[in-house]
């Protein structure tokens, strides 16, 4: 027993690679999105050399110090012992970069689908003409297309946020427009919660990935998805009404969006990851901008 003890304190005591450890780190940020404490992230993602450190170094806190005490390319240290990925963060600059899509795929459900189809059946005596041509094939194909990425993005909401998610302005009443698609009840802080809302946008089918908003509306946050290999809806980024209308190209009461000037849609899905487990995301904003990351 005590040989099998003293294997096991020299295997704790090797030495980590800090590239390829802080390339594990990277990748199980992404997978998780939210903050973890640099424990739990060094026994799942340190890179084992096979060096020794000295037999009274901590090599977990070395694993604190590797993050801590100099800045990473990717990965930020949040006080309390968390690291987070720094693209998950607002910053003052507003480049206009490439929004990646959200790794996380939505696959398509018939029973979601069937109640798009009921609800725009519904809804399409009331809906305005604005371009004249409701009874066109393409047309309908668009509103289609639209209804089932709209109930699917709003499903993913509802069942992995229940405690966040509010059902639209306009909910069970048919002849009834709104702005909104559906809310979200943000925690920015412990003590602060704040009611957005969001209406779901799908892209045009050229490769140039056009999307169009009527008279974008200050207000209201865009939340960019489209079908993809059929059964499938991805999340690519979102945009303020303000923003995307100071940003997009003008064309009357139409402003044409393209996913190169969304935030990711990481930024969302992070913040109500803190919120789920009870951290807060005001503190932890404040932190990280205290280490000019």
């Known amino acids: 027993m005590s040989g099998a003890a003293k294997v096991n304190s020299l295997f704790l005591n090797y030495k980590f ?23 739990e992230l060094y026994a799942s993602c340190a890179a084992h050399t096979t060096e020794l450190f000295s037999v009274n170094t901590k090599p977990v806190e070395k694993f604190r110090q590797y993050f801590s005490d100099n800045q990473r390319k990717n990965v930020v240290f949040i006080e309390g012992g968390y690291l987070g990925l720094k693209s998950w963060f607002p910053t003052n600059q507003r480049s206009l970069l490439p929004a990646q899509p959200y790794s996380e795929i939505i696959n398509g459900s ?19 003409d604005h371009f004249n041509d ?13 209804s089932l ?6 499903q993913f909401f509802k069942e992995n946020y229940p405690n966040f998610y509010v059902e639209p302005s306009n909910h069970m009443k048919y002849d009834c427009a709104a702005v909104d698609d559906f809310k979200l009840r943000f925690p920015i802080s412990n003590n602060n919660v704040v009611t ?31 079908i993809v290999k059929d059964d499938k809806i991805v999340m690519y980024g979102f945009g303020k009404g303000d923003y995307l209308k100071e940003i997009g190209v003008k064309e009357g009461a139409l402003v044409k969006v393209t996913n190169n000037y969304l935030m990711p849609m ?8 803190i919120a789920n487990v009870g951290m807060d995301y005001k503190s932890i904003l404040s932190s990280i901008k205290s280490t000019n990351y």
Do not use: Q
């Not at 990425?149 to 709003?154: A, D, K, L, P, T």
């Not at 779901?200 to 209201?220: L, T, W």
């Not at 990481?266 to 913040?271: P, R, T």
């Open 17 to 39: 690679d800090g590239d390829m450890t802080e390339k594990n780190v990277e990748i199980e940020l992404d997978r998780v999105k939210r903050p973890m404490s640099y424990k």
């Open 110 to 128: 018939c029973d979601v689908a069937w109640e798009a189809g009921y609800e725009i059946a519904k809804r399409e005596p009331f809906l305005y």
């Open 134 to 146: 409701r009874f066109t094939t393409r047309r309908r194909d668009r509103r289609k297309r639209g």
């Open 149 to 154: 990425v709209e109930f699917h993005v709003r």
């Open 196 to 226: 957005i809302l969001i209406d779901i946008k799908s892209f045009s089918e050229n490769e140039s990935k056009d999307g169009i908003i009527r008279n974008p509306k200050d207000g209201v946050v865009y939340m960019f998805a489209d």
């Open 266 to 273: 990481d930024k969302i899905i992070v913040m109500l990851n």
